[in-house]
């Protein structure tokens, strides 16, 4: 028998922003760098809490996850401070995966402010690299850079998890660095990005994943599946959603929105609608640790009363 999810959920990756006060290069209106869903002026807008919560609709979110947004690394601190304030003030979010560029001078004493901020529990650096699978030998990424592997060092004993976005084709990498530092929970963003639904691309991913699948500190986050030119849809990603579950067990897997981003390819709804009927067929409990559990184990979310209007007197006051 299988039955819809209708219980609590905790979106375990979306962001917020303000680019008409806070400094965020790739969203200002000049801007256009390359992006893997075409044309995103759409978001260059505010994306506060009730922007999102009207986009949630009837879906139970009762805690988020936010992550870094690219804000001008030259002052990562900033999106904290300016985040935390959010989470005080209208209960989410419930934690932050912050901003931290591992291949810094000042890395270990970004990361050590960022550790002190009471909702923070991971950072994230996208470590760039091959673009394409032809370019793996010929091009590595900063996962094999030694500065930054001695930042990525320091996050253990700074109780930080590591949040990574980077093509599967990278994962090779990103498997040394599960093996080399086993005490850092790596949470692997967007199921490894499979944006090459051809069969050459699809059996390239599914390797790439089983294999860091082998490593036990690895999380994997499913988010960031929309197709450029395509509307989201389940039967797209049904079986993408399905392989990433049987590879790293529902004990080792998230649900989450990438919203605002992933608006440009779905509804919340349709997105997370989309996730419920593929996990349907699954025992409740499974449902409830992909829909729930999770991400309040892997982020440790602090439980706050949700203010949905409060970010509406923000705009109010701006």
Same mark, same amino acid.
């Given at each position: 028998?299988?039955?819809?999810?209708?219980?609590?959920?905790?979106?375990?990756?979306?962001?917020? /922003?303000?680019?008409?006060?806070?400094?965020?290069?790739?969203?200002?209106?000049?801007?256009?760098?390359?992006?893997?869903?075409?044309?995103?002026?759409?978001?260059?807008?505010? *994306?506060?809490?009730?922007?999102?919560?009207?986009d949630?609709?009837?879906?139970?979110?009762?805690?988020?996850?936010?992550? !870094?947004? !690219?804000?001008?690394?030259?002052?990562?601190?900033?999106?904290?401070?300016?985040?935390?304030?959010?989470?005080?003030? *209208?209960?989410?979010?419930?934690?932050i995966?912050?901003?931290?560029?591992?291949d810094?001078?000042?890395?270990?004493?970004?990361?050590? !402010?960022?550790?002190?901020?009471?909702?923070?529990?991971?950072?994230?650096?996208?470590?760039?690299?091959p673009?394409?699978?032809?370019?793996?030998?010929?091009v590595?990424?900063?996962?094999?850079?030694?500065? /930054?592997?001695?930042?990525?060092?320091? %996050?253990?004993?700074?109780?930080?998890?590591?949040?990574?976005?980077?093509?599967?084709?990278?994962?090779?990498?990103?498997?040394? %660095?599960?093996?080399?530092?086993?005490?850092?929970? %790596?949470?692997?963003?967007?199921?490894?990005?499979?944006?090459?639904?051809?069969? !050459?691309?699809?059996?390239?991913?599914?390797?790439?994943?089983?294999? #860091?699948?082998? /490593?036990?500190n690895?999380?994997?986050?499913?988010?960031?599946?929309? #197709?450029?030119?395509?509307a989201?849809?389940?039967?797209?990603?049904?079986?993408?959603?399905?392989?990433?579950?049987?590879?790293?067990?529902?004990?080792?897997?998230?649900?989450?929105?990438?919203?605002?981003?992933?608006?440009?390819?779905?509804? $919340?709804?349709?997105? *997370?609608?989309? $996730?419920?009927?593929?996990?349907?067929?699954?025992?409740?409990?499974?449902?409830?640790?992909?829909? *729930?559990?999770?991400?309040?184990?892997?982020?440790?979310?602090?439980? &706050?009363?949700?203010?949905?209007?409060?970010?509406?007197?923000?705009? &109010?006051?701006?």
């Amino acid at each position: 028998m299988t039955k819809l999810w209708d219980g609590p959920i905790i979106d375990a990756h979306h962001h917020f /922003w303000d680019p008409s006060i806070n400094d965020h290069p790739w969203l200002a209106p000049e801007a256009n760098i390359p992006f893997r869903y075409g044309d995103y002026s759409a978001i260059k807008r505010r *994306y506060l809490p009730d922007d999102y919560f009207a986009d949630v609709g009837p879906h139970d979110v009762v805690q988020t996850v936010y992550i !870094e947004t !690219e804000w001008n690394p030259n002052d990562p601190i900033g999106e904290t401070r300016f985040i935390e304030g959010l989470a005080a003030r *209208y209960g989410v979010p419930n934690a932050i995966v912050a901003q931290a560029w591992l291949d810094h001078p000042d890395a270990i004493a970004v990361l050590r !402010e960022q550790a002190s901020f009471k909702c923070v529990r991971s950072v994230r650096h996208k470590p760039g690299g091959p673009t394409a699978p032809a370019q793996v030998g010929h091009v590595r990424s900063l996962m094999s850079d030694e500065r /930054w592997r001695r930042s990525f060092a320091a %996050l253990q004993g700074l109780g930080l998890h590591f949040d990574l976005q980077t093509p599967w084709w990278n994962l090779h990498e990103a498997e040394r %660095l599960a093996r080399d530092f086993p005490g850092t929970t %790596l949470i692997l963003n967007h199921a490894g990005l499979p944006s090459d639904r051809s069969a !050459e691309g699809l059996a390239g991913w599914r390797l790439a994943m089983a294999r #860091l699948a082998e /490593w036990p500190n690895v999380q994997v986050k499913i988010s960031g599946l929309g #197709l450029a030119g395509r509307a989201w849809r389940a039967k797209d990603n049904a079986w993408v959603v399905r392989e990433v579950i049987a590879m790293f067990g529902t004990n080792r897997v998230m649900f989450a929105s990438n919203f605002p981003v992933d608006s440009l390819c779905g509804s $919340f709804d349709d997105i *997370y609608s989309g $996730f419920k009927s593929i996990v349907a067929d699954l025992p409740r409990a499974d449902q409830e640790r992909l829909f *729930y559990s999770n991400a309040q184990r892997i982020y440790r979310c602090e439980p &706050r009363a949700i203010d949905r209007t409060g970010a509406q007197a923000l705009r &109010r006051e701006a």
